[in-house]
């Protein structure tokens, strides 16, 4: 039986719960305290939204606070979430839209953190542990224990071919990273301080984090546990909102408490291996150099020994400074190239759009941006291309329509 709408007041907004975009960053989903709704990212378009049945009192009862996607298809994770939730908090729901009803569920002791899926596998977070099914059977196939986790840290690849799976470890600032395929564990110390995000990239070759200190966004090579990069957001603490890489891995976005979107270039993996190369070119000069001075003089010999005694202080000097410092970076680390100022402060969500170099950003305010950035190392420009609602009352919507609601707000931005 198909769910029936609530009855609600023409001119209450429901109330948002949860916002995140599906895999490729594609779609959407708002958790509300009435259902779920899901929106097309580009171009920005309802797709559409359930709402259940209303309390006898009148109020909100179908309360929705996790809509985990898979792609685009019509097979939808839920857990209850709100004053009213629809389901228990402690269960996952798989919803099939087709059918408008469940098809099955997972139950838990405690409150699901998140849920995560693949078209093979359902990864479910609690506080403390982390269970992972096949998807086709619901039969568990692994779980670990976590450190306290109660934003419900994990990222999951999408990808077939290459399934990796990345969350807290038990030591605070650590990262346990499965690679299921290839049947290895791997851990990274990420931060000193408590994490605050992770992120894969869509092949999963590449992780993001962020501790709770919000200054630093450090990417991992996966497969070998490795730093590659280290970007630096800014000198203030900060809470760090979300953190998604471009589908190409070229670039790496990030959101924040600060109210500014930051968009870093990734060095591509044959830049840093030639680097790496000229380092080995470097040093196989210094050393022929070296062989060279070798044959001077005794007098020249002994000046250079002495010479040689002052550097090595200096450098003994320089290495025990370098182990206060950001690894392999120095102090400053790699800056923005670009940055898209929010015109408040609300909780954001950023994600790479289809088109080159644009991102989708989404707020706990119900906005909407398209925004187009530059590509410079000096500070590139942002340019916001479009602007929307997409959480009114209904007598907005009824009144104005999407797209008239849409004009106007841009006429506003304008």
């Known amino acids: 039986r198909a769910p029936a709408l609530a009855t609600m007041s023409p001119s209450r907004r429901e109330s948002l719960l949860f916002l995140n975009f599906n895999q490729d960053q594609g779609c959407f989903a708002c958790g509300t305290d009435a259902g779920f709704r899901i929106y097309n990212c580009d171009p920005f378009k309802e797709t559409f939204r359930r709402r259940?049945?209303?309390?006898?009192?009148?109020?909100?009862?179908?309360?929705?606070?996790?809509?985990?996607?898979?792609?685009?298809?019509?097979?939808?994770?839920?857990?209850?979430?709100?004053?009213?939730?629809?389901?228990?908090?402690?269960?996952?729901?798989?919803?099939?839209?087709?059918?408008?009803?469940?098809?099955?569920?997972?139950?838990?002791?405690?409150?699901?953190?998140?849920?995560?899926?693949?078209?093979?596998?359902?990864?479910?977070?609690?506080?403390?542990?982390?269970?992972?099914?096949?998807?086709?059977?619901?039969?568990?196939?692994?779980?670990?224990?976590?450190?306290?986790?109660?934003?419900?840290?994990?990222?999951?690849?999408?990808?077939?071919?290459?399934?990796?799976?990345?969350?807290?470890?038990l030591n605070k600032g650590q990262v346990r990273v499965e690679l299921y395929d290839v049947g290895a564990t791997k851990f990274i110390s990420a931060h000193d301080g408590d994490l605050a995000f992770l992120a894969l990239s869509l092949d999963g070759d590449r992780l993001a984090t962020a501790s709770e200190k919000g200054t630093l966004v450090r990417v991992y090579d996966t497969s070998k546990a490795t730093l590659l990069h280290e970007f630096r957001r800014g000198a203030d603490r900060a809470t760090i909102y979300s953190i998604a890489f471009a589908a190409t891995n070229e670039f790496l976005a990030c959101s924040s408490d600060k109210g500014t979107v930051h968009v870093w270039a990734v060095p591509r993996s044959d830049e840093t291996r030639a680097s790496e190369t000229n380092d080995d070119e470097k040093k196989a000069a210094e050393d022929a150099s070296s062989h060279a001075n070798s044959m001077q003089s005794p007098e020249k010999s002994s000046e250079k020994t002495k010479t040689d005694a002052v550097l090595g202080v200096a450098q003994s000097a320089l290495s025990f400074a370098a182990g206060f410092l950001p690894a392999n970076l120095g102090l400053a680390g790699e800056r923005s190239v670009a940055q898209f100022k929010l015109p408040d402060f609300t909780k954001s969500l950023v994600a790479f759009g289809p088109e080159p170099q644009t991102l989708v950003v989404v707020t706990a305010e119900g906005t909407y941006y398209k925004v187009a950035f530059e590509y410079d190392r000096e500070g590139g420009q942002c340019t916001q291309?479009?602007?929307?609602?997409?959480?009114?009352?209904?007598?907005?919507?009824?009144?104005?329509?999407?797209g008239a609601a849409e004009e106007a707000d841009k006429t506003d931005a304008l």
Request: net charge neutral; charged share 25%; aromatic share 8%.
């Open 52 to 169: 259940f049945d209303a309390t006898p009192a009148g109020g909100a009862g179908g309360g929705i606070g996790i809509v985990e996607m898979l792609f685009r298809c019509n097979i939808l994770a839920l857990v209850g979430g709100g004053q009213n939730p629809k389901y228990s908090p402690n269960k996952v729901m798989l919803w099939d839209d087709h059918q408008s009803r469940c098809i099955g569920e997972l139950s838990f002791r405690v409150e699901v953190r998140a849920v995560k899926l693949r078209r093979d596998k359902i990864v479910v977070v609690l506080e403390h542990k982390i269970y992972v099914y096949n998807f086709s059977d619901l039969k568990i196939v692994h779980q670990t224990d976590t450190v306290a986790n109660p934003k419900g840290l994990c990222a999951l690849s999408p990808t077939q071919g290459n399934t990796v799976l990345a969350c807290p470890g």
């Open 385 to 402: 291309r479009e602007f929307a609602r997409f959480m009114k009352s209904e007598m907005q919507e009824e009144e104005g329509g999407w």
